[in-house]
């Protein structure tokens, strides 16, 4: 049964390298749609453009160009290269004649590699069900209401802390198994590391966020309710801007993908 996020993400195919989707404006942040969420629908394009559930995305960056409004776009995605296991993906998000997003992806055949190893550990914190819902979750934007957030890392949002680390388990508010498109909304979908350093509320829009898929998914035991962990810190904010780097972790501990974006602070 398609979900909401199903609904939101939906495309229809015009032809080759042409779709169209709507932007759902309970998506929206201060100036425009989650940046996550609109990744998600350039991700379900070029899934439809490779037509093969055994290639899955391994690296997508997408920059933001300008915030889009409520309703229909228009995606071109085109197939840049295709080898024996590596595919290479263009997407140009646009509304009329204005660019909104664009993005390259890389997407991979099973690869079996000589050297394995993973030195990081998922952070050990209190499961889901023995933590409450975000307090002040109304304060947040609208697309926030879409998720289920359990608050486990980090200073509260705007409290002034030392610190830019935050975390905790994230899921949607309907039941939906996690796949390649759920991880692109999530790693975009928490609340942003530097909110603890903060007094008070500030837009924060994103210019560019790659994410890294080191799990293929959705995972062989995944069940259709499951959290995932997300950990995302910031270490520099200077001359208008910040970086933050995230993991997400499925809740049996498999690293599913990794994040970095550059983003304004106003």
């Not at 394009?45 to 899955?56: G, N, V």
Request: overall charge negative; some cysteine; hydrophobic content about 45%.
């Amino acid at each position: 049964m398609a979900t909401r996020f199903d609904d939101d993400t939906a495309v229809t195919r015009l032809d080759a390298e042409t779709f169209t989707a709507e932007i759902e404006p309970s998506w929206w942040v201060a100036f425009g749609p989650n940046g996550g969420y609109l990744a998600a629908i350039i991700l379900r394009t070029m899934h439809l453009a490779l037509a093969d559930e055994a290639w899955q995305p391994s690296s997508l960056t997408v920059h933001y160009t300008a915030a889009p409004a409520a309703g229909a776009c228009q995606v071109i995605t085109r197939i840049e290269r295709k080898g024996r296991t590596l595919a290479t993906l263009s997407s140009r998000l646009t509304q009329g004649e204005r660019l909104c997003a664009l993005a390259l992806a890389a997407f991979s055949l099973p690869r079996e590699s000589g050297l394995i190893f993973a030195d990081s550990a998922m952070p050990a914190v209190p499961p889901p069900d023995q933590l409450p819902l975000i307090a002040g979750i109304e304060t947040f934007p609208s697309f926030t209401s879409r998720y289920d957030y359990r608050w486990a890392i980090g200073d509260p949002p705007f409290s002034g802390s030392a610190h830019a680390r935050v975390g905790g388990w994230i899921r949607l508010a309907e039941p939906r198994p996690i796949d390649s498109l759920l991880v692109a909304a999530f790693l975009d979908g928490w609340v942003p590391a530097v909110f603890p350093r903060l007094s008070g509320p500030e837009a924060v829009p994103t210019i560019d966020l790659t994410i890294h898929f080191r799990a293929r998914l959705p995972l062989p035991d995944a069940g259709a309710h499951d959290f995932a962990l997300g950990v995302f810190n910031s270490r520099l904010a200077a001359g208008g801007f910040f970086e933050e780097d995230g993991e997400l972790w499925s809740a049996n501990g498999i690293l599913l993908a990794q994040s970095r974006q550059l983003a304004i602070l106003r």
